[in-house]
């Protein structure tokens, strides 16, 4: 089974950035089409962005559209994303996972947007 470790996740001001990062433990994660959700505080784990394979496909939540970035690297088994212009609706846990929710979830990321 494949293992899912996010990071970066912190506290954020309004406006602010992140990066967050998505390391798994097996090469099979190059065939799959990877997505980020999160999960807020008594709201059910949305989906928040999605990438094809090689990456020239992506598609984002309308909450999300030109400000997040999602993409990935393939020799190192890692998805990223990167969040710009945040607002305090983004604070949730983020987690990655492929786009049909077939891997164990990972223990997510904490992302907190509060001045």
């Known amino acids: 089974q494949v293992q899912l470790v996010e990071s970066g996740g912190d506290l954020v001001q309004p406006g602010g950035s992140l990066r967050l990062s998505c390391s798994a433990s097996?090469?099979?994660?190059?065939?799959?089409?990877m997505a980020w959700f999160r999960q807020a505080p008594g709201r059910q784990r949305e989906l928040v962005a999605q990438i094809s394979t090689t990456g020239g496909s992506t598609n984002y939540a309308d909450s999300v559209k030109g400000r997040f970035t999602i993409s990935r690297d393939n020799v190192k088994n890692t998805l990223y994303l990167q969040m710009n212009n945040l607002n305090p609706e983004d604070t949730a846990v983020y987690y990655c996972?492929?786009?049909?929710?077939?891997?164990?979830w990972g223990q997510g990321t904490q992302v907190t947007v509060s001045s």
């Open positions: 097996a090469n099979i994660f190059r065939i799959y089409t």
């Open positions: 996972n492929t786009a049909l929710q077939q891997w164990y």
